[in-house]
């Protein structure tokens, strides 16, 4: 069985460049969460989607948003970037709105230059 | 305010023995408890857990132990392995359906 899945891998940009992020998560799994990861630090909860409904976010600036497509998918963007922004982006997904139950795509490590 | 602390940043253990990772929160409205293991290159995978009304929860070769009074919680590793070497999580939420705060990490080093 495929698990979550995301992409790209890595990603390289600018300071007030956008970005886009996605993630598929695991057949069946409603709900998708997406964190930061800054070096030497926890993941930090940024939304949680289900069925298409923000349900949770974190602490982030408007510059970050985020949107769940019909079939569980989700995209998580961040506009005008900051070199502050430079992370693993991780996106986890779940059957439910718990978020105990939830399993943790690869990650995207964002550089912004 | 880092409300889930995590004071060790790494932990070199031999193969064989023990490996204790702690992991100490400010919040005491915190009721459930998760560790994660994370590899390079993977995401965070969940461990074990423990709810606030145990203070115990063993599974297999890993253990947890929570002290409420003293807002502390421990994992055990018992014997270590080399596979187990990772970044460890603690994870800690105040409620159902809430999200978890997770610490900074514990890199574990498991050496044959």
């Known amino acids: 069985d495929a698990g979550v899945t995301q992409s790209p891998t890595h990603l390289i940009k600018t300071r007030g460049q956008q970005v886009t992020l996605r993630c598929s998560p695991i057949?069946?799994?409603?709900?998708v969460s997406w964190y930061q990861q800054v070096l030497g630090q926890g993941p930090q909860f940024i939304f949680q989607?289900?069925?298409?409904?923000?349900?949770g976010r974190g602490n982030f600036p408007d510059r970050f948003s985020a949107r769940q497509f019909p079939n569980y998918s989700s995209e998580l963007n961040v506009n005008a970037l900051l070199l502050g922004d430079s992370a693993l982006y991780l996106c986890?997904?779940?059957?439910?709105?718990?978020?105990?139950?939830?399993?943790f795509g690869p990650g995207t490590r964002l550089t912004v230059t | 305010d880092q409300q889930v602390k995590q004071n060790s940043p790494s932990l070199s253990v031999q193969e064989g023995r023990i490996s204790i990772l702690n992991c100490d929160y400010t919040n005491s409205m915190f009721d459930y408890f998760l560790w994660y293991k994370k590899y390079p290159a993977e995401g965070p995978t969940f461990l074990i857990s423990i709810s606030s009304i145990k203070d115990k929860n063993e599974d297999g070769r890993f253990t947890v132990f929570l002290n409420k009074s003293a807002k502390h919680l421990s994992l055990h590793i018992v014997p270590s392995q080399p596979g187990d070497s990772a970044v460890y999580f603690c994870a800690a939420r105040r409620n159902y359906g809430q999200n978890f705060v997770f610490g900074p990490g514990t890199r574990l080093s498991v050496l044959p």
């Open positions: 989607y289900y069925e298409k409904e923000e349900r």
């Open positions: 986890a997904s779940s059957w439910e709105t718990d978020y105990y139950e939830q399993y």
């Open positions: 057949s069946g799994h409603k709900s």
